[in-house]
């Protein structure tokens, strides 16, 4: 039986609410038909926050925060700002932000919310300036929009009823700051309901340039006036903006009427205007609030809690848990995978059905509160929701999920359990290397779950559960049951005891990452072939970290650039990289650069303005580093040859490398540096600094034992630590050769 709200509740996202107005749109409501009315209550008043104004005790109403708007300056543009705080339903159609200033007369509203637009557009020092999104990143942007998870909540771009909305993007941001935002969204939005994807800087500047791809002009102009931001100031919190924002101090919460005290016709749920916030809720919703409202105070049980906490976080937008949730037909095509053998479980997020007792505590914990990861494999990823979200659902969870014991006779250690077990999984018995990887290696084309993490991961009780049956927990798994009706196809391993044979795997994996191979693995290092265009793998390099980007170019010259320090980290020859690290988790390990005759240049900044030619270059730490934001991506040229983008010292900068031959057919890069705008007097670029820099003649040096630089015009060269740095004053285009001295 359907309860009755529950029905009402199911038709939300079509109905409009007063005043012709959008009504909010609460993502974990998208789906109610599944979801009991004290549940669809509680998730109402908290995502409306109604707590934050009037007090309860209720755990399960706990308003959700608002944004923090401490940087709201830096992130919004103003004039946006005004238009929102004015009328933030018909601006940001679906939002949950209520319309504080409603009831104000019209010219009234307008004055405040102009003033309140200066306040906050003051917060966070400068406003955003405008940058075109490049279309290559625009296009990267769309992929990866459409592939991590993005649509399981906001709209594919083909436009899908029962989204979260996004708003005027466009209006609002720049592409620095919403990559920014993008990059650490629980920074700005405490509450989890936009969790973190776990985005790095290239993919958030990426995805920022595709939802910003209509922005062709600068927004207007909108300059803060003090006077307006100091009325501004006084009138955030007169209207009890701070009820459900901070700015610099915590929420306050006003003295009104307590949630169970109010009466339910009136105020809020009114629908008359008043010196209240004006919610534009559809009639079922204003129904369902007032249903909740009524409804006994009995504390949720365990069960209840995780209902509440899986609706509220739309985990069930991209997770089915018994009945609940799953991926709906409409989003289906957007969960994709890198591998087609795996089928369904290659692409999907795992079910979460009974996931309370398969995980370990502390992984369910690195999971949900991290979006720890273990599935390579999926395009789509686990985000991260952050401790005061998360951390008291996987207590629930560990709570609700229970399994029998599993029945087995320990296999004593003095019998050698692991060496028994490792046979086991080897290609001579049940060769679970056919499916799985082992230490980040494989044996097959398919390459499920590593084995060597699954201990860490697994509660033992499940692993024997499910070993014994898989299709019980994963009806459409391609991994095959090994003990059919209980037997052992290998009747002498443990006397064909299947608990036993179950107990030596578990003991053997148990040894993680230490555990001997099993018979069967090929390890293939997985170079990363460059031919006729350039190869471009942005992730962690040696002494860059993180922000470092690989660039292979055809002719066997490789390169590492910083864009975390704007500048080159290091070029070799021949191969380019060893990247098997890098698959292993999401991006976990370092590329390992395959060249032997490297030259790394200096951590620190490669530009700085020297007020005379004897200053001393700024030391690594002891400069502020650049904003994370410096860097603002790059272009590509048919060859798939970069140009990067990034400003030091106030000027932008395009980084060119192009593979050349000398007159003696060996390749060498030339690099070219252009200053669209003119640098700052003083500006200087660190070449090189080594132990070993010596003239050749020209404007040519031998930096250290394997590189030659040409430079364009005589450099400064002095001495630096124990050896010497190259100097070249910045005063337009730079135009650089680097040879090889091992380059065939
Ligand atoms: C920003 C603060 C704020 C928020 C958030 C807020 N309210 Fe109110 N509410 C008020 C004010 C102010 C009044 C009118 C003052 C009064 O009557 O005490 C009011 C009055 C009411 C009343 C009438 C009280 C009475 O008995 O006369 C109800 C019912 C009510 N609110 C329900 C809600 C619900 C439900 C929500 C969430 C959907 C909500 N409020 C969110 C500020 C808020
Ligand atoms: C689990 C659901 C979920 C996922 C997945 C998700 N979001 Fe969100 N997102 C939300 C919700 C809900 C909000 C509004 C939060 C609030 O009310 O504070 C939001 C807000 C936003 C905003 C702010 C809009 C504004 O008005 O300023 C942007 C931008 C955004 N999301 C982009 C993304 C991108 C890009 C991705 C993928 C990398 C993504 N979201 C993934 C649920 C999600
Ligand atoms: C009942 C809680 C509530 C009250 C009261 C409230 N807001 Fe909001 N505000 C929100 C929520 C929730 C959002 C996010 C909405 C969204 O993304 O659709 C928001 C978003 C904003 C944003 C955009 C922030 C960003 O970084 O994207 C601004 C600016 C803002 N509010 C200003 C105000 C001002 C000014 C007031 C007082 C006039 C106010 N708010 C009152 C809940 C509230
Ligand atoms: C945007 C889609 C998305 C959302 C939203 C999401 N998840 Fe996930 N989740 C995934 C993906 C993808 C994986 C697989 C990650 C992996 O192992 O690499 C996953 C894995 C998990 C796992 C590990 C399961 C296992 O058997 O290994 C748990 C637990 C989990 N999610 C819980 C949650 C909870 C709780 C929420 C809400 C707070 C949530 N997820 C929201 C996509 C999502
Ligand atoms: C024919 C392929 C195949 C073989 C052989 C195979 N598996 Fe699997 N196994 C899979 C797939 C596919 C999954 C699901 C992966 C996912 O959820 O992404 C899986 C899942 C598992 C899981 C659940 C892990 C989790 O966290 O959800 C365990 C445990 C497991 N396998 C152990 C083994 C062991 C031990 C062997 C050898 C005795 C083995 N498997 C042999 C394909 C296989």
Known sequence: MKPLLAIILAALPFATGAAGVAPPVIGGLTRPEKTTPRISGAVLLS???????????????????????????????????????????????????????????????????????????????????????????????????????????????TPLADSVPLGPVAAKYSLASLAKFLEDPLAVRPGGRMPDAKLDHFEAVDIASYLLRDQTA????????????????????????????????????????????????????????????????????????????????????????????????????????????????NRNAHFTGKDENLGDQGRLPPPLTGVGAKLKRDWLREVVVNGASARPYLNTRM??????????????????????????????????????????????????????????????????????????????????????????????????GFWPDGKSPLPDVLGGDSGQQRDVLWQYLERGPEAREPQGLVLEPLVIPVTDEAVIIRRAFPGIGKRGIGVGYPGGINLSFDAGQMRLGSIWSGGFIEASALWRGQGAGQARILGKDTTTFPPGPAFAVLDSPDAAWPAPDATPRPSPHAFTGYTLDAQQRPTLRYSVEGVSV???????????????????????????????????????????????????????????????????????????????????????????
């Open 218 to 329: 600068p927004p207007p102009a909108f300059r803060p006036d003090p006077h307006l931001a100091a009325r501004g100031k006084m009138l955030f919190t007169q209207h009890r903006c701070d009820a459900c924002h901070t700015v610099d101090g915590p929420r306050t919460r006003p003295a009104l009427a307590a949630l169970d005290q109010v009466r339910p016709g009136r105020g809020c749920l009114s629908a008359q205007p008043g010196a209240w916030p004006q919610y534009s809720l559809s009639d079922a919703q204003r129904t369902a609030v007032r249903a909740a409202l009524a409804a006994p105070e009995e504390p949720l049980s365990a069960a209840e809690n995780v209902e509440l906490s899986l609706t509220r976080l739309n985990c069930l937008a991209c997770h089915q848990r018994d009945e609940l949730g799953g991926v709906p037909a």
């Open 654 to 744: 395009e980084d060119f490398f192009l593979e050349r031959r000398d007159p003696g057919g060996r390749v060498f890069i030339e690099r070219t540096l252009k200053f669209p705008a003119a640098p700052p007097a003083g500006l200087h670029f660190r070449v090189a600094t080594d132990k070993l820099i010596e003239p050749r003649g020209g404007h040519e040096f031998a930096v250290g034992q394997n590189l030659r630089v040409r430079l364009p015009s005589e450099p400064l060269v002095r001495p630096a630590g124990e050896g010497k740095e190259l100097l070249l004053p910045v005063r337009g285009e730079l135009r650089i050769e680097y040879h090889l001295t091992a380059t065939p």
């Open 383 to 480: 985000p991260k929701f952050g401790a005061a979200n998360a951390e008291p659902l996987a207590h629930w969870l560990k709570q609700v999920d229970t399994l029998p014991p599993a029945e087995f006779t320990r296999v004593a250690k003095g019998d050698k359990p692991h060496e028994i077990g490792r046979e086991l999984a080897g290609s001579k018995a049940f060769n679970c290397i056919a499916c799985h990887t082992f230490r980040g290696k494989s044996a097959a084309p398919i390459r499920a779950l590593d084995l060597t993490t699954m201990t860490e991961r697994l509660e033992e009780t499940w692993f024997h559960h499910f070993l014994a049956n898989p299709q019980r927990f994963a009806p459409l798994t391609i991994m095959p």
């Open 47 to 157: 995502e409306l926050s109604c707590a934050a104004c009037h007090a309860t005790a209720r755990p399960d109403l706990a308003a959700k925060p608002g944004p923090d708007l401490s940087a709201v300056g830096a992130r919004a543009h103003g004039a946006h700002l005004r238009e929102f705080i004015a009328n933030p339903a018909a601006t940001k159609p679906g939002t949950t932000m209520p319309d504080v200033l409603g009831h104000l007369p019209a010219a009234e509203r307008t004055a405040t919310a102009d003033a309140l637009a200066h306040y906050l557009a003051t917060l966070g020092g400068a406003s955003p300036t405008f940058t075109p999104p490049a279309p290559p990143a625009v296009e990267r942007g769309r992929n990866l929009y459409h592939s991590v998870g993005c649509v399981a909540c906001h709209s594919p771009e």
